[in-house]
């Protein structure tokens, strides 16, 4: 197997670049697989070795600390895992493509009901394995099947009942999605791409978008708004160095001056502490820290 797999393990890669809050130390080991037999290859490698998995897609919901990962990191790279088909309203798509992509792309097939996911980045995979969404709604909906690979190398395949979907969860554990099934619905390509635009004006004009962040660092207690508490609490605009919550949506933290891990730990750590005291609810990362 490792001579299978020479050349395509890396020792010590940065993963600052391949995050969207650009910190972070580097992997002890990195592998960025191609295509399925590769991905089950580096899964057996690490079942092998007897490595911890981490699985990297676009980036975007992942803080990665300054002392890096100890295990192997599973990156999907750029094109890799990207294909898009339709059969009527059914969509299959794999795990590398992007949320936006696909979303750009079922309004070009006038298919509706992703539209109102415009303004979240990452991957399918991520997208699914999180159950990403917001207020106008998430993933699950569309869903019919999801396909995955467990990191023990063996092929999975379930049913949309068969997925324990909660908030941003799906509930996969140890296994790595390859791609999903999506029943969508006929629209007008004008009414979709009109939706997109709303939607994305809403998210631009009230979320920093185009900042050094990983989106919503917390998530929503229920029956409330963590950034509601955040900016009830007087913390917007508060700084840990580089680190700073901010000012546009509290419930983002960005990277606007060079920050480091450290420093977006603590401050989300004082975040913490601060709506604690104030309200007596104990923030969850929806983040995943590494």
């Known amino acids: 197997m490792v001579k299978d797999l020479r050349g395509k393990i ?37 079942k092998e070795q007897g490595l911890k998995i981490f699985v990297l897609g676009k980036g975007s919901n992942i803080l990665v600390r300054d002392s890096g990962v100890e295990g192997l ?28 992509r696909l979303i750009h792309r079922t309004a070009e097939w006038e298919l509706k009901g992703l539209e109102n996911l415009v303004g979240i980045p990452g991957s ?36 949309r009942g068969q997925v324990d979907f909660q908030y941003r969860n799906a509930g996969l554990g140890q296994q790595i999605v390859l791609g999903a099934r999506l029943r969508l619905e006929k629209g007008s390509r004008e009414e979709i791409l009109h939706r997109m635009r709303e939607v994305y004006e809403e998210k631009s004009g009230s979320q920093p978008l185009s900042a050094k962040s990983a989106g919503c660092v917390f998530k929503n207690p229920p029956g409330q708004s963590a950034g509601g508490l955040i900016d ?27 920050a480091t891990a450290a420093q977006i730990l603590e401050l989300i750590q004082r975040v913490r502490e601060e709506v604690k005291k104030r309200f007596g609810v104990w923030l969850e990362p929806e983040i995943k820290i590494w």
């Not at 993963?15 to 899964?43: H, I, R």
């Not at 399918?124 to 467990?150: D, L």
């Not at 913390?235 to 000012?247: E, I, Q």
Request: aromatic share 10%; proline share 3%.
């Open 10 to 46: 890396k020792h010590q890669q940065c993963l600052k670049g391949y995050t969207t809050f650009k910190v972070g130390g580097s992997a002890t080991l990195f592998a960025e697989p191609t295509n399925p037999e590769e991905l089950q290859g580096v899964l057996d490698y690490g």
């Open 73 to 100: 990191v599973v990156h999907i790279p750029r094109g890799a895992f990207g294909r898009i088909e339709r059969s009527d309203e059914q969509v299959l798509v794999e795990a590398g493509v992007s949320l936006p």
């Open 124 to 159: 399918v995979g991520g997208a699914v394995a999180m159950n990403a969404g917001g207020k106008y709604g998430t993933v699950e909906r569309w869903i019919e099947e999801v396909s995955t690979i467990g990191y023990d190398g063996a092929l999975h395949s379930y049913t």
């Open 232 to 258: 009830q609490s007087g913390l917007k605009g508060f700084k840990v160095g580089g680190a700073m919550v901010s000012r546009k949506h509290a419930n983002f933290i960005v990277n606007w001056s060079s």
